[in-house]
């Protein structure tokens, strides 16, 4: 997964711009994070179709801000340029939830 550490509007309208995206928002701080951190590997080889990256939210305020992200982690998919999941909220989540999350957008 590439690591993103300063996003700004016009490089996700690049990065999402073909194919299917999927941008974890994370932190270093961020306990439910680092919970997560572990199966990331497990859950893109599962969805090799996708590209992964990890954008750390709080360098990435300001997008954060205007996508209305303040809970992590949390996830947002793109399919050729257009939004079509997400799953943003402040919970932990399992690789099992967002295994099923990306599924659903099939």
Do not use: H
């Not at 997964?1 to 999927?22: A, N, P």
């Not at 680092?34 to 199966?39: E, N, Q, S």
């Not at 996508?67 to 949390?74: D, K, N, Q």
């Not at 939004?83 to 659903?104: H, P």
């Amino acid at each position: 997964m590439e690591q993103i550490k300063k996003l700004t509007s016009e490089q996700l309208t690049d990065l999402t711009k073909e194919g299917r995206t999927v941008l974890e928002f994370t932190a270093d701080w961020c306990p439910d994070c680092r919970f997560l951190k572990p199966f990331m590997p497990a859950i893109e080889a599962d969805f090799a179709d996708a590209k992964f990256y990890e954008i750390d939210r709080d360098e990435s305020m300001d997008l954060a801000k205007e996508m209305m992200i303040m809970g992590i982690p949390s996830f947002v998919v793109y399919q050729d340029g257009q939004e079509i999941g997400r799953l943003v909220n402040k919970d932990r989540k399992t690789k099992q939830e967002v295994e099923d999350f990306l599924r659903s957008l099939d």
